[in-house]
């Protein structure tokens, strides 16, 4: 998952960086109200903690905009503690949940992965298909029961297939979703990754669907692949997506 932290000060906003990217996730970020306003518009961010006091543009105003431009991903706001009313501005503005500051960073990672499984309309913090089971809280997979290895990008793209199981997810979602400004499009990296899971795993809940992306099926059977076969062949001739230029990410 690929998120976004719009925060000013510069400490607080590394603390949150450094805790979201240990927690496995993609994280890019800004100092300011204007950059965090361009990135949120023009990258596909599966959420964003946004601090609501930022220089240049206030965070109600870019909550506002987003949402005025159809930017629909989760939105967990950070507030004073005594500033009741902007909590309630945040929330009428289109913020999904907010966080009261100083907080506790487990606090923030706990709201984060509620906001993404709300998201995916997934209820508890463990994500089933078929034999195999991951749970996003302890960062963990399993087959049948068994502790399944496996490493940082691995666990990513696992996590990420199966938070949108029942769908076929292109090769260039995942790269959007998972990857920053800097990864080789032209690579086969992903392809790489798909095949060490299957391996890893030993159950094939991983689909290639032939010029479409990946899916897994919610019950981790292939009754899904014949319907995104059909979606395929229904499709006119042209109409793949191209991957837009990045926008620059901030160090």
Same mark, same amino acid.
């Given at each position: 998952?690929?998120?976004?932290?719009?925060?000013?000060?510069?400490?607080?906003?590394?603390?949150?960086?450094?805790?979201?990217?240990?927690?496995?996730?993609?994280?890019?970020?800004?100092?300011?109200?204007?950059?965090?306003?361009?990135?949120?518009?023009?990258?596909?961010?599966?959420?964003?903690?946004?601090?609501?006091?930022?220089?240049?543009? =206030?965070?109600?105003?870019?909550?506002?905009?987003?949402?005025?431009?159809?930017?629909?991903?989760?939105?967990?706001?950070?507030? @004073?503690?005594?500033?009741?009313? =902007?909590?309630?501005?945040?929330? =009428?503005?289109?913020?999904?949940?907010?966080?009261?500051?100083?907080?506790?960073?487990?606090?923030?990672?706990?709201?984060?992965?509620?906001?993404?499984?709300?998201?995916?309309?997934?209820?508890?913090?463990?994500?089933?298909?078929?034999? *195999?089971?991951?749970?996003?809280?302890?960062?963990? *997979?399993?087959?049948?029961?068994?502790?399944?290895?496996?490493?940082?990008?691995?666990?990513?793209?696992?996590?990420?297939?199966?938070?949108?199981?029942?769908?076929? *997810?292109?090769?260039?979602?995942?790269?959007?979703?998972?990857?920053?400004?800097?990864?080789?499009?032209?690579?086969?990296?992903?392809? *790489?990754?798909?095949?060490?899971?299957?391996?890893?795993?030993?159950?094939?809940?991983?689909?290639?669907?032939?010029?479409?992306?990946?899916?897994?099926?919610?019950?981790?059977?292939?009754?899904?692949?014949?319907?995104?076969?059909?979606?395929?062949? @229904?499709?006119?001739?042209?109409?793949?997506?191209?991957?837009?230029?990045?926008?620059?990410?901030?160090?």
């Amino acid at each position: 998952m690929r998120l976004l932290v719009v925060e000013d000060d510069v400490d607080l906003n590394r603390q949150i960086v450094r805790a979201l990217s240990d927690a496995g996730y993609v994280v890019d970020r800004a100092l300011d109200g204007e950059e965090g306003a361009f990135l949120g518009e023009t990258e596909p961010y599966d959420a964003v903690v946004l601090d609501l006091g930022l220089p240049k543009k =206030d965070g109600i105003t870019i909550i506002n905009e987003w949402r005025k431009a159809g930017r629909t991903m989760p939105i967990l706001i950070l507030t @004073a503690r005594d500033r009741w009313s =902007d909590k309630v501005k945040g929330f =009428d503005a289109g913020a999904d949940d907010y966080v009261a500051k100083p907080f506790h960073m487990e606090e923030v990672l706990a709201r984060i992965r509620a906001l993404l499984r709300r998201a995916t309309g997934h209820a508890t913090s463990e994500l089933v298909c078929g034999p *195999v089971q991951l749970d996003t809280r302890a960062s963990r *997979v399993s087959v049948d029961g068994n502790h399944v290895k496996l490493t940082s990008h691995e666990y990513r793209l696992l996590a990420y297939l199966m938070h949108h199981a029942g769908r076929v *997810v292109s090769r260039s979602e995942i790269v959007d979703h998972l990857y920053d400004q800097d990864f080789d499009r032209d690579s086969n990296t992903i392809e *790489v990754f798909v095949g060490r899971l299957r391996r890893k795993l030993g159950v094939d809940i991983i689909q290639t669907m032939r010029g479409l992306g990946y899916l897994v099926t919610a019950d981790g059977t292939t009754e899904g692949k014949a319907k995104a076969s059909e979606a395929k062949s @229904a499709e006119p001739k042209g109409t793949e997506s191209k991957a837009e230029p990045r926008a620059s990410r901030q160090t």
